[in-house]
């Protein structure tokens, strides 16, 4: 293994990203609550999109058993395309002094940048979501009981259980059931506390507690979007999910971590590099534009709506954006 020195401290890269798979760079209460599953049949290539292959559902009613022959109906299939993302950032030793200066500074390190991978991830992915439900053909999935006036909202425009059940019925109907989880922003979570409807229930090792609202994992994050009213107020996105709907996979990169040092910069500077590529696929969801600025989408481009459409059914898309007025 080649070591390489970093602020004075040995380091090897290679180990370095043994620490950070065995810590999981994931969006963890995206995982945790079952949202996104690891999708061995997603395969990145070095382009900058994959093929999702399907089987679309049997459908029709049952043909009539009296002796006759019965008719073979073909099982059809269908692809989606989904988007491989690409993203790399880059620390100086100042920013990690603290950790250069613990007993196990590689460890330390690694999951200092694991915790910021967990957030960045997780707002690209909702970063993601808000382009493919700004989609024309996914406006069927989109629950808006919010007003321009927000200032001036009633009950009926902000998040409850009448809006949860009126988005989920009136969207997917007799797959509302499977919905098990809802992520929003911290200011929808907190009427969602004065409504006395959260319960915590243990997860996990049972030392560890997780919000419910009507049954649904809560997932709190303010990267959800947050819009200002035409008049006054704000509307706020919350997204509603079922089990394994966003299937995960990651890209190799030649180069992961690598550390540098600039001696004509500044007097000298010592980075640490890392690097990453990875697909969320929204099952039911197709990455429609062939041209890019680069070889990765940038953050507009994952959330301009027109960059994508649907291939599925919409009973079978069990995702939902809801947006109130809080």
Do not use: C
Not at 246 to 255: F, Q, Y
């Amino acid at each position: 293994m080649a070591y390489t020195t970093f602020s004075g401290v040995e380091f090897d890269p290679e180990i370095f990203q043994e620490y950070m798979e065995e810590l999981s760079p994931e969006p963890a209460a995206f995982i945790d609550s079952g949202i996104i599953r690891q999708d061995p049949g997603i395969q990145i290539t070095d382009g900058n999109v994959t093929s999702v292959p399907f089987y679309k559902p049997l459908t029709g009613n049952a043909q009539n058993y009296d002796g006759t022959d019965i008719t073979v109906n073909d099982i059809a299939s269908g692809k989606q395309t989904a988007i491989v993302i690409g993203r790399a950032n880059a620390w100086g030793s100042q920013d990690l002094a603290a950790e250069l200066a613990s007993k196990d500074p590689m460890m330390s390190i690694a999951s200092k940048v694991t915790q910021y991978w967990r957030e960045e991830w997780q707002r690209i992915l909702i970063l993601q979501l808000n382009g493919i439900f700004g989609a024309s053909a996914f406006s069927t999935h989109v629950h808006d009981i919010s007003i321009e006036d927000g200032d001036n909202a009633t009950e009926d425009n902000k998040i409850g259980p009448d809006a949860i059940i009126d988005a989920t019925q009136n969207t997917i109907g007799d797959n509302a059931s499977k919905i098990s989880a809802i992520s929003v922003h911290s200011k929808v979570y907190a009427r969602m506390q004065k409504l006395n409807l959260i319960e915590f229930e243990p997860y996990g090792d049972q030392n560890t507690v997780v919000p419910v609202f009507l049954g649904k994992r809560i997932i709190v994050d303010d990267a959800h979007t947050v819009e200002a009213g035409g008049t006054s107020g704000n509307k706020y996105t919350s997204y509603l999910f079922a089990p394994g709907s966003i299937g995960r996979a990651d890209g190799s990169v030649k180069v992961p971590t690598a550390t540098e040092r600039q001696e004509l910069s500044g007097g000298g500077r010592e980075h640490l590099v890392n690097r990453q590529r990875r697909v969320y696929h929204l099952y039911g969801s197709h990455f429609t534009q062939s041209s890019l600025a680069g070889v990765s989408p940038t953050d507009a481009e994952l959330s301009d709506g027109t960059n994508f459409d649907k291939v599925y059914e919409d009973k079978n898309i069990p995702v939902i954006k809801l947006v109130t007025n809080g």
